[in-house]
C-alpha cells in the first residue's frame, strides 16, 4: 500500500516515524486507523491498520491518504480533509480531490 506524498496525519499520532516505517512494510500498528482511497471503487474508506493489510485488501489498488489513532480521530480527520477542500475550491463530493 503507497501513501500519499503530503499525508494527513491526526494530532494523536506519536512516533510518526516508527508509523510509517510500519505502513510502507505492511506492519499492523495497534489503534491505528487510516483512510484509504481505493482507486478501483473511487472512494475513501476508513479501515484499522490490521483489515488494511488483511489478505482481503492487500492486493486491492489504494493510497493511504491519512492516519490517525483511533476510528473517532479518523472521521474527525476526514472532516477537516474535506473543509480543506472545500476552502481550497476543490470538489469534496470526488474522492481524489479530497487528498490533492
Do not use: Q, W
Not at 516508527?18 to 479501515?47: A, G, M, Q, W
Not at 488483511?54 to 489498488?61: L, V
Not at 483511533?70 to 475550491?89: N, Q
Amino acid at each position: 500500500m503507497k501513501l500519499i506524498d503530503n499525508l494527513f496525519v491526526a494530532g494523536n499520532v506519536t512516533e510518526l516515524e516508527t508509523v510509517i516505517y510500519s505502513l510502507r512494510r505492511s506492519i499492523p500498528v495497534l489503534h491505528l486507523c487510516c483512510i484509504v482511497l481505493f482507486e478501483d471503487k473511487n472512494r475513501l474508506e476508513i479501515l484499522s491498520s490490521r483489515d488494511l493489510f488483511h489478505e482481503r485488501n492487500k492486493n486491492r489498488p489504494g493510497r493511504i491518504a491519512g492516519i490517525a489513532m483511533g476510528r473517532r480521530a479518523a472521521i474527525d480527520l476526514l472532516c477537516f480533509m474535506t473543509e480543506d477542500a472545500v476552502k481550497d475550491g476543490r470538489n469534496p463530493a470526488d474522492p481524489g480531490e479530497l487528498i490533492l
